[in-house]
Every structure is written in structure tokens, then in C-alpha cells.
């Protein structure tokens, strides 16, 4: 490939990474995206031979003008500045690819290329700017190192000058157009010095000391939009969110992943009104501070534990899941079915917490405030479900307290309560009525994303009575306020269920898509215990992908996960603990090593062996690459020399003039000479000796194609000229 | 060239890239944005890979230079480079190499774009001296800005090396003396016996046996050699290297180093048209010759004289059957050498 064309696309490749990582940013519009990389596109075909690009400068600079004045404007109508200087760095980039026509114009390009990056990391911390940044760093490479050569042609090159003449440039385009400057080796050899940057890049970020969040920007990411999770909640909505992809939390489980379905409690809502669920007006905003105890915040009671329990009983005697959260746009933390503890790590070693965990009054965690970073958390919970006959003896509470669970909307259609009642109708024991409902919903009511809604009726009795389909919302809505009408306290509960197994990463990843609702049903002797009227098989979105996506986007989400946690919000907490972690390797202290420790004596001899063959490869390898002293590389340039020869040889063989075998080029032409033949052909073996002689042996480079060309046209001149005597074979 | 002490110098856009990379950290460090970390660790990768690979590049280098059998004073030469990459696997990119005199660049730059592995490479520059005498070459300057151009590496490559070079030769007219007296003419003839003289460009009609294969496959087309008969001619050029003033003026100074010229340019007008030639100064002499060998060692001995300030006596005795000249920052003459006796 041509040296200038392998410049261009190289240097193409370099900036559409630069460009490709900005443009992903959520900030840059559709237009944007195809306005750039359309102009891109084009500007590939703008080279100086084909088109008179000073003709357009008049027209580039009052485009120019007005881009900058629209991109002002838009900042003074609340735009924002970065995405509207990212915006106007594209157009001068796009200008630049235009009008390139030396060294320094790309140059220039590469300079706006850099800067978009630079830019990028602000509006684009998603995985894809990993990928684009390693692809810079390739390319980058290869264009700089192409670009210095270029350079130094435009500015050094000069003709080997003859005694008298004057030095003079040689025309660059000569060379700019040569094949034989850089190739494949040196391609391939560049790649491994980017490899080895990007290495070093790694390393020093990795050990370069943070000093903390800084000083007026800390780490930043736009929250997860939740639907369900703020003070009110209009049923509906969920399916709107069915089938979002979108991660909201990954669970990682220390004990093992446990058996069956989880459901991850969010919020709760006590109101129900005009198919609205919120949170009684005497509770809106009343959170209650936790108190730690070795950093563990005791949030809810569960069954059968102790009033006060103890770190150790906790830690011992529940499941613990570590979650990292997304930054979502509310301030709910989540933690599998009710969860009893929570336990948060500091931000920064010896520095404050990711959050303050605070109790709802309904049994919810929150943060303090929104986040705009993940947070990490471990959460313990039981997840066990009270026994049929422990639950059977509780009895309906009469304690007023607690009436605010049965709460109805004024003039609320009869036929609900009369429903109720002839559901339940034989049952006596609270827990029996709560079976029968629960069953009732499951089997005679079907799950649809698809809905309809009237808005003379109420959602829930026009789910029960002439729909009689929904999705999740409307089953637990249904169940909570068929409860009420029998006077059982019951509450409606929004979070997610399941969550999809991620066996790369060993975590659960639990999405928008995953979004669920369901019951959660008083019991005296019990306290809350949850309950699901969905039809089974509906909680979860469906999984029906083929396997080969299901395991792309399982790595994919891996990536991203390790990602945000090791790269977007590394900080010192992460650097000491790495640090700690070498120190421990090092020292053989940490208990990742005791493998190693065991089987010091086994690793060791592997090494060495290793290191044995390596070096008795690289011996062999050299031994074989030794070239015999009087060796000359035959090259295929000088190969074509021999070869033209070789023809010219069989040309006068016809003709009665063969060299013999032991005559060197320069005895068979005297014999030539001597033996009458023509002196025309004399002359033409002559020179064409002449050429054999320098393009073999006398050239410290490779035969040019022209020099071949030259010869090759001797040779065909020899084959018209020749009129030798038919006889006479030379002796 | 492994081992040798390495000079860096920052480019011009080296030291932007320094800055740049100087705003990067701290905008890292002030806004605490991971990315721009990242950012700033593949800077300073970049500034350390170009350290790296500038190295390897200039690994492994010799340096060798080769002028013209002969340098004129005032005359521009070719002194060839001759790179050689002796590593076995990596090419070398963009190397600049420097001729240093006594420790002093020359200020004329070869470069070399590519220079493979296990190859030479070919380059010269031209150069003028504009004074006759011994230079002494030190050594090389041999630098490179690849592989992005941050930064220029040099080592320094000791090369030690002479040239003499020799007064510039003028055409000209032998002076009006014993030689136009006798009305002899003096005639050069070439000839295929005798010393060797020169090489040309190959004519039609030439002896083909006196073609110079070797030259002529370098060249790229046919030249042969001649060669000069004895003709018998026989001249002395005396020439008075001796300072009148100890402390010359600038233009006495130009005065001399006129005469040394006319002196050299005389030998060689003789040399050529086949005299036996010699030179005699006050503190030098070069015994009878031919040829341009003899040239060359009488152009040599011009190029070294010095003058002197005492009073000597010439250093070949004055009695010689042949013509003589007499040559001076004065001026020139043709005597008769029964009177130089």
C-alpha cells in the first residue's frame, strides 16, 4: 500500500475513534450523529488533485461564522456549554478533513482530534469509550509515527546531487506514493508498541494517586429513570418499563447463590386512591436515622429473631448480598425480600459513607440524597417464608395503629367487597382467606402487557369485573384492597423480581424490565410477610433470547460493571486496597496465596522450565537464521534482474551464442566480441551486462520497478534487433 | 551505538505536548474525572514509548563518511555517509547525521528515511572549504525525533578522520620566462602506457580493453582509463614561504595564500601537460615526479606549508637541470636555473 494511503487511513481511523466516542454520549443528537459522520465521509474523497480547495474557503469561513453563532445561541437558550463546544469541534475537525492538504493540516486534524477524546470523557463514561479509547491509542500510534515521516520528507528529502550540480528537493509525491516505505512489519511492529502503551497507560493510572473526590466535579453519571419508586405511583405504568434492558443493581452472593425466586422490596404504599398509590399525607417525607453498630445498620425485624440482635447473629445467621447500585433518580435502596441489616462502606478510606441509610415508615431504606454515582452496599436478609401452620394461628389485629392498612376510597364499588367475600367464603383463619384470594387472582385472571383502561371505572374493579386481565400492578392492587374489605391489613409493595445469572461475572444482575409488585400481608404473631397474587411464570420479563445473546450480554454487562467499578469510579478507597492486595501477595501474607505457598516448589520448577524452553527456542531460532557468509539475500527484485538476464541468455542461445557454463557475464560478452558477432547486438548485451551487474550487485537497495522496467526493455530491443549467423556456437 | 551517552531535546511540539499533558493531570486532579486520568496515563505511555523506540532506532548504528581523493579550498565537495544498520531484527527510521569537526557540527545534515535491518544506506553532503590546511573530524552527531517527533534524541559517535585540503587551482598561463623564450611548446600527450591518469567517459573507437568495469557498473555507463607518456619536461617551482612581516596585515595574509594558489595551480598545469615537476619552499620540498600521484603529494605539501618568519635557506638546493619559477606572495617569474645556482 501506498505510503500516502496508509497515512490517510490511518489517520481516518484515529479520529473516527475520537469521533465515534463522543457521538455515543447520550448528549449528542441523532442529527449531530449523522451530520458528522456524513461529513467525514465525504471529506475522505476531498483531495487537493481532484478538487480546487481554495475556491470553497469563502464558503467554509462563513459556514464556520454561523455554526458558532448557532451554537451560542443555543448555550444562552440553556443549552449546555460542553455538549455545544463538543458540537463546534466536530465542525472545525470536519473543516479540517476538508481542506488537508500537508502534513501540518493533519496535524492540526490530529490536535482537534485529541481534544474531542478529552471532551468525550465528560459526556460519554460508557464502556464504549473504553473501546474507542484503545482504538485511538492503536491508531494514534500508527498516524503519528506516519505523520513524522511525512514530515520530515516535506522538509529533508533532497536528490543524491552529481558533483556539479545543485541540490534540489525531490519531489515528495514520489515518495508520498512509494510502497516500499512502510508495510505490514512495520504496521504489525507499531501495534505492539500501542499494546505496550496501553499497558503503561493502565499502569499509571492504576498508581497515580487520587486525592479523593475532586474539587469541583466528582464522579458523575446521569440516574436510572424509575418508574415506581417515588411518592406516588399510578398503576400503569409498569409496562411501560417491561421490557427495559437496563441494569438497575448486580447482586453478588459471598454464601452462593441461593434457591429460589428473590424479590428485591423497594417501597411500599398504605393510599390507594383514583388508581393511585401513594403514601398517607402523616408519612410523606418522615424517615427515621438508623443507628450502626459496627457499621451495621439494623433496618427492619424479621420472624424469629431477637429484638436486638448482634453483628455476629446477623452476619451468622442471614444471607448477605453485596449490591451495587446504578445511580438511579430515587433515593430507595433495595435489598433481597424484607431486608433485616445493611451495611455500607466508606467512600474513601477513613472518609465518609456512600450514603446514610434512613427507615421509611413503611419499612423502606433510603439514602439521604440522589446519588450520581454507583453505590456498594451489603444488605443480610431472611429469606426463608414463616411455616403454613405458624401463619395459620395468626389472628386478624385490631390495634388502630395499624388502620391506616386498611384504608378504601370513599364510595368504592360494592361488587369489590361483595367479590371478596365469596372468595373467601368457608375460610376461617386469616391465613387461609389470604391462600384463597391469592389463588383465586392466579387462576382466573390472565397476565397482559397489553391493557385497555376506561376512565369512568376504577383500574382495580375494572381489572376485576371486566378486563380481568393486567399485569403485576394490578394483581397486587386487586389482592391489597380485596383484603382491606375483609379487614386484613395489607399493603402494596414495588421492586423487582429475579434478575438474570450472570455466570461470567457470578452476580445477578437485576433489571428495569424486572420491575415488580406484589403484597405484603400483617400476621400478629408474625409481622409482615409477603405475598404474590401474579400468576407465576409473569413476574420476571422474558428471557426467550438464543443463548449466543444471552451470553453476549452477559459479557457485555460484565464489562460494564467492571468498568464503572474499576475505571469510572476508581478512587484511593480502590488504590489502597490494591496496594494492600500486592503488599499481601508479595509478602505471601494474603490468602490468595496460600495455594501458592503449598506448591511453591511445583511453581517454581514450571517457571524454570518455562524459561528453559524459551531460551532453547531462541537458540534454535538463531542458529537457524544464520545466513552463510558468502550468502546474499535473494530478494524477488533481484530475482526479476536474474531472471531478465537468464532471457537475454536464451535469446543469443537461439541464435547460436550460448555462454558456457563456466564463463563469467564479462568473458562471455568478450567472447562475443571475438566471435563476430553483430557489434550492434555486441553493444546491446553490452549495456544490458552493464544493467545485470548493477542491479545485482552494485545497488545497496532493491531494484526500483523502473530500473526493471529499463531493463526489461533492453531485453525486448535485443529480441527485435538480433541478426546473428545461425552457426557458429561459441566454444 | 548501544551504551553511548544520549542527549533529548524537546521539539517544539514536544514541549506543547508537555503542556498539554501538564493541563491534562491537573484537570484530572482538580475535577477528579477518571477518564481524563486515563487520558493523562496514555500521555505520558506516548512520551515514554517515544523514548523507548527514539533508542532502538539509534541502536546499533555505524557511521562512516568517505570524501574525494581530493578537496579543493573554495571548491564544493561530496563527503558520502554511509549509514549502517548492523541489528538484526528493527529497522532504523529517520536518522540525522551530523559531521562534527574538532567537536563542532558542520550544519549539514544527512538524512535517512528508512535505513533496514542489516543494510547501508548512502548519503552525502555538500561542503565547501574555504581555506587550504588539515581538518580534523571528530566524530558524528547521529539523532533521530522518531517515532512522533516530541522529542530528538542524539548520541555523539566518535569518528575521527583528516582531510587535507588542498589550495584552489586556477587555469592559467605559466608566466612569460625561459619555457616562451625557447619557443618550445609544452605538449602533453596522453598515452595507454605509463602511469595512470584519469578516468572519462567511453567514446566510440576507444580500446574496449581499457574500459574500467568496476567504475563503469557504479556509474552506470562505460568509462575508461587513460594514461600519460614521459615526455622528459622538467620544472622546479620555488616558492618563498616566508612571512616578511611577523605580524602580516589581512591583506598580506591574501596575498599569500594567492601564492600558494597560483603556486599549486602551477604544478598542476605542469603535471598535466606531462612535466616532471617538483617543489621547493623554505621549509618543504617535493623531489621530481610525474603524474598525479606527484600532484597530489605536491598539492599536499601546498596545503600544509606554513610560513615562516626566518630567514631560511630554500630546502632542495637551487642547481636543477630543468626550468624553474619562482613563486612569491609578490609575484611570479621563470628563471634560469644557471642563475639560481
Sequence with gaps: MRFSAIHKLTSYLMLLSAVVALLLSPEMSTVTVVLTLSGIFLSWFAEPSRIRLERFTPLWNITTVGVFLYLITDVFRGGSVITSGACFLLFVLINKLFNRRTSKDYQQAYVIGFLILVVSTTLNTNVSYAICFALFILFATWAMALLHLRREMEENYLLRHSDGAQSEKVEVERILNSRRIVGRSFLVGTSMVSVGIIVIATLIFTFFPRIGFGLFLGHRRGGVSMVGFSERVELGHHGVIRDNPQVVMRVVFPGGRPRGHLRWRGSAFDHYEDGTWSHGQDLIGRTRALQDVDRLYVVNHAPGMPIHPSPEYLRRNLVRQEIYLEPLDSTIVFGADRPVALEVQPLTVGGRLFFVPRRGPLGEIRATKMRTSGVRYAVYSRLTTPAAAVLRSSRTIQDPRWSRFLQLPARYPARVGQLARRITAGQTSLYDRVVAIQTYLRQNYRYTLRLTHDPGLDPVDEFLFVTRRGHCEYFASAMTIILRHLGIHARNVNGFAGGEWNDLGQYMAVRQGDAHAWVEVLFDNIGWVTVDPTPAGQATAATGAAWYRRAAGQLWDTLRLRWFRYVVEYDLGKQVSLLQGIRGVLSMSSPRTGWLQRHLRLVLAVCVGLLGLAALAYWRRRRRRQTPPQGIAVTRESHQATQLYRRMLRLLARRGYAKPAGDTPLEFLDRLARNGCDPGCVLLVDRLTRWYYQLRYAMDHEPLQTQLGEFRAMVGELQRSITAPRHGATS | MAGKRRRLQFTREGKYFVALT??????????????????????????????????????????????????????????????????????????????????????????????????????????????????????????????????????????????????????????????????????????????????????DGDDPRDIHWRKSARLGHLVIRQHEAQLGRRIAIFFDNHHLDSSPTPQELTREERAVSQAASLAAHYVRVGYVVRLVTRTASVGPGVGQSHLTEILRTLALLEFTTEERPYAAPARWGGECIFVSPGGSTAFNPARAA
Design chain 2, 22 to 203: 501538564l493541563g491534562i493531570g491537573f484537570a484530572a486532579i482538580n475535577t477528579g474525572n477518571n477518564l481524563l486520568y486515563l487520558v493523562l496515563g496514555m500521555m505520558l505511555a506516548f512520551i515514554i514509548g517515544s523514548g523507548v523506540l527514539s533508542d532502538v532506532s539509534l541502536w546499533s548504528l555505524e557511521v562512516r563518511r568517505h570524501g574525494p581523493d581530493r578537496i579543493f579550498a573554495g571548491r564544493p565537495f561530496l563527503m558520502g555517509i554511509d549509514l549502517t544498520n548492523t541489528k538484526r531484527q528493527f529497522p532504523s527510521f529517520s536518522i540525522e547525521v551530523e559531521d562534527q569537526l574538532t567537536g563542532q557540527s558542520l550544519d549539514k545534515k544527512c538524512y535517512f528515511l528508512k535505513v533496514p535491518s542489516g543494510r547501508t544506506q548512502h548519503t552525502s553532503y555538500r561542503h565547501t572549504f574555504e581555506r587550504r590546511g588539515l581538518y580534523r573530524f571528530s566524530g558524528f552527531r547521529v539523532s533521530t525525533k522518531f517515532p512522533f517527533a516530541l522529542f530528538r534524541k542524539s548520541t555523539t559517535e566518535p569518528s575521527p578522520g583528516e582531510v587535507v585540503v588542498f589550495p584552489a587551482i586556477h587555469p592559467l598561463l605559466p608566466p612569460a620566462g625561459y619555457c616562451a623564450e625557447t619557443g618550445e611548446r609544452a605538449d602533453g600527450r596522453l598515452d595507454r602506457r605509463g602511469e595512470f591518469y584519469a578516468l572519462r567517459d567511453y567514446m
